[in-house]
């Protein structure tokens, strides 16, 4: 497939809530309470708005909606702030999307004063293709958590430090 033309947006939908459903769901990697997890996101945002803390940028090719970031201040921190969620639909993976939903991820996160990003994934084999990214795109490994997520299951932590 070449290079689709890419639409990123910031405005979130009703729309959204199946959108990353169906994201996620293509990917096969993630529990089904994790995807609701996720769509919750998407709900909260659009019941609270900017308030609900959740940020959201997604990539749209030929209308369709094919990957989305959310991202969040740390409470109780200056300038830290969490990628909680990237993905791409499994149909548009290699296509870069992904690196670039979080170079917008990451200077969105910069005009709103961030200075750190945290990025935590599991270590199970079928992440190895996402630590690999994470590690090409700047992060630095930062902890391990064993056992973390269920048995055999950790959560990794990677950081990257803004430039300001």
């Known amino acids: 497939m070449s290079q689709p033309a890419i639409t990123l947006r910031t405005n979130v939908t009703p ?10 769901d293509s990917s096969g990697f993630f529990y089904p309470d ?9 709900t909260e945002r659009l019941r609270s708005g900017e308030a609900s803390g959740y940020f959201f940028i997604f990539a749209d090719v030929d209308g369709r909606t094919v990957g ?3 991202f969040g201040h740390i409470a109780c921190t200056g300038a830290s702030y969490d990628l909680y969620w990237i ?12 690196r670039a939903l979080l170079e917008a991820s990451e200077r969105d996160i910069a005009a709103r ?3 750190r990003v945290y990025i935590e ?11 690999g990214f994470y590690l090409r795109c700047g992060y630095e490994q930062e ?15 990677y950081v990257k430090a803004l430039q300001s």
């Open 68 to 70: 989305y970031t959310c």
């Open 113 to 115: 004063g961030g200075r």
């Open 15 to 24: 729309a959204d809530e199946e959108n990353v459903r169906q994201i996620l």
């Open 87 to 98: 993905a791409v639909h499994e149909e548009f993976r290699g296509l870069k999307l992904g």
């Open 143 to 157: 902890a391990l958590l064993k056992d973390f997520y269920h048995l055999n299951d950790s959560k990794v932590i």
């Open 121 to 131: 994934t599991s270590n199970r084999p079928q992440y190895e293709p996402t630590r």
């Open 34 to 42: 994790e995807i609701d997890t996720a769509v919750e996101l998407v």
